[in-house]
């Protein structure tokens, strides 16, 4: 690891405008932004994959590997991606800051504490509770409904125990109602941090959180409770990007890391556009697949922060596509070259539909070694057929070596002039979106609500916020809402149990089936492997 | 502010051996140690006080100010505090950080996230509890008793709502228990961080720590979870000693902050050690009053740790000897020699207990503009007749200037050779040390234990553990458990309501009457009046 002031250096910023936290983490100072934003835009590379599955794309090594790659063949490359929740890391064995040769360093501070970004949130979304609980406690002046609040605790830890809990048990402890806890990624503020421009948009965003409603039904809301000038203190150094860097030197933003499925799933706008005007090129990934992550990138984040992307990549791998093909995971390491075929299904359409966005795509095919030469070029020459670059990275393997021919064919795309586009207008019902999304990138025939969405959805038309782009929360693993459903499927409904609002964030969540925001522990806990060595080095993370 | 960079330097500390934390804030890395384990130590003195009282002593003040004073008068002196805890900021108005010009810098961010030691602690905490509850949702091989689990869960947050609760409601949930958060500063974690010598002493203490009792009633410990190796990696940077600076320029070692009632409200062992290497005077500060924090700091921190102290302080202010001598708050700022002398009781019970300790003592007369001539004058005809030395401060006023009176005194009184002793012999049984205390400290005919309490003992004893020093919870406003009795009481009796045994930190808590350990927020929380301004800066935090 070289220092990070010497990484920073790198993209012009000087140390005046670094706070460190270490000698290779640091926060970009808020007085940055001021000295950059004159500047011009470099060109936006979305990552994103086909359906996600248990055979592995590996869509953080590529993005990790292709930024390297792009410094490589002398463009000028900041990645912006997102940060690791710290509760996960306990559960199944696995960070988020890739492996081998594409790796983002350190990766156990990255992985744990990092610069506390993830505890700040949690702190801001607690005392927001407590001062709900205490409001009530002293008087309920705002005649907030206990049954009708909305704001759940959050904490950073995979913790099932608290996820239907009752509190305020006792003499002199407030009022007893059920409650529960989320992990601090799916907390409604890791998505106003991640979509706020600066420190007077998440002022207002955070105002706009509904925490519950009255007992006449009309919503109460974080301003109202007097919260929100603490939670922006809380937050006062958790909006500012920090920096580390690859294994090859090459600079990254770590920044924010909301839910993909209740949430937007990107890295923070702040830390985007910063990065745009630091390099030529920034390379951003969304979460799960293109039907949810690549949608919502566009729908959501650009259409809100008004960025226009220049390419996407599409990370598939053999093995993922054998998997989708119908081979079970036991036999994934024998050639199957009809599963490739039939697999390929599944990024045609995921292809298809990021052209809808008017974004060319080119598809990374990550090389795993129990490839074989002719799956490998079996899916080149269906690439040829749909008429889309495609690229073998080897990035795991070889770093940036590995992945040149992807950033140069990444490079070509993005110099095309942009046609971007979003998929659905904001002025069209709620249900509308809804409709487009299923219709035009899932491919099915409809969508039913239920009645409880449909109220859902008529008290938002009543509040005004109708205009509000819709976050899809469904299963990654399908375009259908159930998960064993492979390829690419058409024929079937998408049905929506539930509406939530996320008025700070600015979207809908549209539920469809039921939705898990605090992970439990599986029966051996990774963090039964977790060691501090002698030498102060953290082992069994990754 | 200096740059954290040059205060280190002051006293030797190089930037290798720094880790920062933005400009002005800073760890110290691991390798510090061994550069500095051969040097001979500093003195070290502590800063108590008279009982607490809402009328204020200035404790915190007081030892900031002492620091500045003998940096001034030429000795080299570091200052080793507690860590404040971000809840209660929100909560009550002030921080823990000192005002005028005795105080520590950057003030809003140390009380707020800081270096993030009290959010490892909230995830270590949390991850043990999480794994608890994982090992009995997966079979309880270990047979656990559901009734029976100690441990409680933590947040650093003032949340009423929380302080008795229901989890694991719900399919799928884990098993359904009564349960509860106490505030992190109340975390036995927090105890254990502040009395470990070192990373493998920090491991064997959480090794120990008794997190229930199995269906034979025997005790399960956190080994036994295999939780211990992944807490210590949460850990990991948490027990790096925090150097920040005052507004003089003075080093200050900030590092952990436990309850002083369940536990001994002592700053680190670590920051302590490390302080005397690195200065000829290190002053720190113990909780509440001598009765308490001196006891503890004596009886529990120095004999776990090995320190020999050099001198104590007795902070008092002569409206908080009013208050003790029975002036009601809203008369304070009248003139009353009657009361100063009726106060002046408390006081010399406290310098009488020091004496028992074998540490000489010096009286701080923290000055308040309200104070009369004659009262001042009173309190040193007091000392005067009571032998013991005393000083005004106005470090409030002037900083260090105004304390140079008091530094001159406590550095003399330092140079004699340490007479210093515990109170109570380690192999006393547990009862006998907590009657030791009552009838040499607190003054009381007698103590008793309900049956509850002597159970425990019972069962103390069977667990080879009755070794283990006492940790007293009473009231700090008294001598006796009740708070309403002020000055110097005599003819009264303790009651024992409890004992906890933490194992870990090594102490029995002995307690008495009822204990809060998660604070709520007042009707009007401090939160309200925060604001982060334009230029970044932090308002309304103290």
Same mark, same amino acid.
């Given at each position: ?10 993209? =012009?910023? *000087? ?27 470099? &060109? ?22 292709? *930024? ?18 710290? =509760? ?26 990092? !610069? ?49 809990? /009752? /509190?305020?048990?006792? #003499? ?6 059920? #409650? ?33 409603? #009255? ?28 920096? /580390? ?22 890295? *923070? ?14 390379? !951003? ?62 990024? &045609? ?15 990374? $095919? ?9 799956? $490998? ?22 770093? =940036? %070596? ?58 938002? %038309? ?7 782009? $819709?976050?899809?929360? &469904? ?25 939530? @609002? ?6 809908? $969540?549209? @539920? !469809? ?10 029966? &051996? ?9 002698? #030498? =102060? ?6």
């Amino acid at each position: 690891m070289k220092p990070i002031v010497e990484i920073a250096r790198q993209i =012009g910023i *000087s140390e005046e405008n670094l706070e460190q936290y270490g000698k290779f983490k640091a926060k970009l100072a808020d007085e940055l932004w001021d000295e950059l934003k004159e500047r011009p835009d470099g &060109k936006l590379i979305l990552v994103t994959a086909m359906n996600p599955n248990p055979a592995g794309a590996g869509k953080t090594l590529t993005t990790i590997g292709l *930024s390297q790659a792009l410094n490589l063949i002398g463009k000028k490359t900041v990645a912006a991606l997102r940060e690791p929740s710290l =509760g996960p890391c306990m559960g199944i064995k696995g960070g988020a800051t890739g492996s081998g040769k594409a790796q983002i360093l350190p990766a156990d501070e990255i992985n744990l504490h990092f !610069t506390g970004d993830l505890h700040a949130i949690t702190s801001a979304h607690n005392l927001l509770a407590a001062m709900i609980d205490n409001h009530i406690h002293h008087g309920n002046t705002l005649r907030i409904n206990p049954k009708k609040i909305v704001w759940k605790r959050a904490m950073d830890m995979n913790d099932r125990a608290l996820r239907q809990i /009752v /509190v305020g048990l006792g #003499d002199g402890n407030g009022i007893t109602r059920e #409650d529960g806890f989320m992990i601090t990624t799916a907390s409604e503020i890791m998505a106003i941090l991640c979509l706020s421009e600066n420190r007077e948009d998440l002022r207002e965003r955070l105002n706009q959180i509904i925490i519950g409603y #009255d007992t006449d039904d009309q919503p109460v809301r974080a301003q109202d409770i007097q919260a929100v000038d603490a939670m922006c203190v809380m937050l006062k150094d958790a909006i500012k990007p920090n920096l /580390v860097q690859t294994i090859e030197g090459t600079p990254v933003l770590i920044h924010g890391g909301p839910f993909a499925n209740i949430a937007h799933g990107c890295s *923070s706008v702040v830390a985007t556009k910063t990065a745009l005007k630091l390099a030529d090129y920034v390379v !951003t990934e969304a979460g799960f697949g293109a039907d949810l992550g690549a949608e919502k990138f566009f729908d959501i984040k650009c259409r809100q922060a008004g960025l226009t992307p220049s390419a996407a990549v599409v990370v598939i791998s053999v093995r993922a596509l054998k998997f989708n093909g119908g081979v079970k995971v036991a036999d994934l390491e024998t050639e199957n070259l009809p599963a490739v075929r039939r697999g390929f299904e599944n990024l &045609k359409r995921h292809i298809e539909n990021i052209r809808k966005f008017g974004v060319p795509a080119v598809v990374a $095919v990550n090389h795993f070694i129990t490839d074989t030469q002719a799956e $490998v070029e079996t899916v080149f020459e269906l690439c040829q057929e749909l008429g889309v670059e495609a690229a073998l990275s080897r990035v795991w393997e070889k770093g =940036g %070596e590995g992945g040149v021919d992807l950033a140069e064919k990444v490079a070509r795309a993005a110099e095309q002039p942009s046609q971007f586009r979003f998929l659905y207008d904001e002025q069209q019902s709620a249900k509308e979106k809804v409709e487009t999304i299923v219709r035009e990138l899932y491919r099915g025939s409809g969508v039913t609500f239920s009645p409880a969405a449909l109220k859902t959805l008529q008290k938002v %038309e009543a509040m005004g916020l109708s205009h509000l782009p $819709v976050c899809m929360a &469904k299963t990654p693993y399908s375009f259908t809402d159930r998960p064993e459903i492979l390829g690419a499927p058409t024929d079937f409904t998408i049905s929506v149990s539930e509406i939530r @609002l996320s008025a700070g964030a600015g979207f809908l $969540v549209v @539920l !469809t089936g039921s939705l898990m925001t605090m992970p439990g522990l599986p029966k &051996k806990p990774a963090a039964e492997a977790l060691r501090v060595e002698q #030498d =102060g080095r953290i082992t069994g993370l990754s």
